[in-house]
């Protein structure tokens, strides 16, 4: 199963998030059900990743967004328990420092983009600035408009360089974003994830949702996809997620490098000091 044809932005179409069934599970009955694909999954993306990281001819971008509560966190801790950290980084992009406030607003990303042989996950990402900055006002209309053909060139390039990039709009729905509110607030374990703003910023659920159209709309191109993934059911959305980290992987053909000394030499001298030994 592949569900990059079911669940991608295909570049130029129109997005409407209210057509979009958020509770979406395939042909995937139950979380029990999904186990062990899931399972698999993961063992395929690490075993991907391996050669990713040993052959260092390709990296991988994986961008996370969605509204508060949509799992961003969740998503982020299911793909990194699939790879080796030593290849993989998560940074996430919040209100910019004054420094960076002097800089582009893309000047903040690059330096966490990934190397070849690489994988880095973004938790909010560089498209916070035509979503946030657009909902709140904090700039134009005329500067957050023109930052999408901004960022399509960013990505250009990167993939350029031999950087594939994932780009993943985690989607639930307004009932289900309260549901995990009320989770967190009865459960200690979650309740440090509260924030004065969770229930401010539902107020600017609509304008959001434009503004994820709009992001999608303009910036789902053919060398850097958008991925809606219905995510009322957490359990769905990891499997989706990994799915696809797996396919993408599949696709860039992976291979182990040749080996940089003569193994047979190496053979000996390892037969030479096994003999020593005993």
Request: net charge positive.
């Amino acid at each position: 199963m592949d569900l990059r044809r079911k669940l991608i932005v295909k570049p130029g179409t129109t997005v409407r998030l209210k057509d979009v069934n958020a509770s979406y599970h395939a042909h995937y009955k139950t979380e029990h059900d999904a186990d062990k694909d899931i399972e698999e999954h993961q063992a395929r993306v690490s075993a991907y990743q391996q050669k990713l990281y040993a052959e260092k001819k390709h990296a991988l971008l994986i961008v996370l967004q969605g509204i508060d509560a949509a799992g961003k966190d969740g998503t982020c801790w299911h793909v990194m328990k699939a790879m080796n950290p030593q290849g993989t980084s998560v940074h996430g992009f919040k209100q910019p420092t004054e420094e960076e406030k002097l800089h582009d607003f893309l000047w903040r990303v690059h330096p966490h983009t990934p190397a070849r042989g690489q994988v880095s996950v973004f938790n909010r990402s560089h498209y916070e600035d035509v979503l946030v900055t657009r909902v709140h006002d904090l700039v134009t209309k005329k500067i957050w408009s023109n930052r999408y053909d901004l960022i399509n060139d960013f990505e250009k390039m990167l993939v350029a360089n031999n950087v594939t990039i994932l780009k993943f709009f985690l989607y639930i729905t307004p009932e289900e974003q309260l549901e995990r509110f009320r989770q967190r607030l009865d459960d200690p374990a979650r309740q440090w994830k509260i924030s004065d703003a969770d229930y401010k910023e539902r107020e600017y659920w609509d304008k959001y949702t434009a503004a994820y159209q709009d992001m999608m709309e303009k910036c789902s191109t053919k060398h850097a996809p958008w991925y809606i993934i219905p995510s009322n059911n957490k359990w769905f959305r990891n499997l989706a997620v990994s799915n696809i980290i797996w396919k993408t992987l599949q696709d860039m053909d992976l291979k182990f490098p040749e080996p940089t000394v003569d193994i047979e030499k190496i053979r000996k001298e390892y037969h030479h000091a096994k003999k020593e030994n005993i």
